[in-house]
């Protein structure tokens, strides 16, 4: 089985920053994307950043320019540098991963992290 585990969340102040990191383990031969997605109660789970095998990128709009993602592919982690952090901000982020299992058989399979809160204070 696969874990993802999130760490660097916490409280800030508006303007402050935060880098988030988490990282795959278990039984995993390669790992297609992986991202970061945020969630606030009553709301669903939205796009933050994503990042492929090939180091390309994708950022919701209101993140663009503040947040960074980037990803280690020896250590199989993924990170999101933010910056210029606001209020509106504020969420559970989850990190995902879209990967491969075996050698033999490549079916893909997502998984997500437990979550870890950032909120961000004005």
């Known amino acids: 089985q696969v874990e993802l585990v999130e760490s660097g969340g916490g409280l800030v102040l508006a303007g402050g920053s935060l880098r988030l990191s988490c990282v795959a383990s278990g039984s995993i031969f390669s790992i297609n994307a992986m991202g970061w997605y945020r969630q606030v109660p009553g709301k669903q789970r939205e796009l933050v950043a994503r990042i492929n095998s090939g180091g390309s990128t994708n950022y919701a709009d209101s993140v663009k320019g503040r947040f960074t993602i980037s990803r280690d592919n020896a250590k199989n982690t993924v990170y999101l540098q933010m910056t210029s952090l606001k209020p509106e901000d504020t969420a559970v982020y989850y990190c995902?991963?879209?990967?491969?299992?075996?050698?033999?058989?490549?079916?893909?399979?997502?998984?997500w992290g437990q979550g870890t809160q950032v909120t961000v204070s004005s």
């Open positions: 995902n991963a879209d990967l491969i299992r075996s050698e033999r058989y490549h079916a893909v399979f997502r998984y």
